[in-house]
């Protein structure tokens, strides 16, 4: 499982990294800094947790 963001919808909401902070790194500005991020094993749940509350629909599941 795989994360994918486009950083160029993402408005700083900072809700994918409440849910999963070791996913969603946010960088100073409160903004999503990664683009693409391996999901490991045992963090799936968290991962669509956090792509979900996303108001922006910033982040994709592959
Ligand atoms: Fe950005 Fe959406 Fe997260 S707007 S900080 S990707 S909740």
């Known amino acids: 499982m795989k994360i994918v963001v486009d950083q160029s919808k993402c408005c700083g909401h900072a809700r994918c990294n409440a849910f999963a902070p070791d ?33 922006e629909r910033a982040i994709t599941i592959l």
């Open 23 to 55: 996913l969603f790194e946010l960088d100073d500005l409160g903004y999503v800094a990664v683009s693409e991020v391996e999901v490991p094993a045992g963090m799936e749940e968290a991962a669509q947790t956090g792509a979900g509350a996303c108001p």
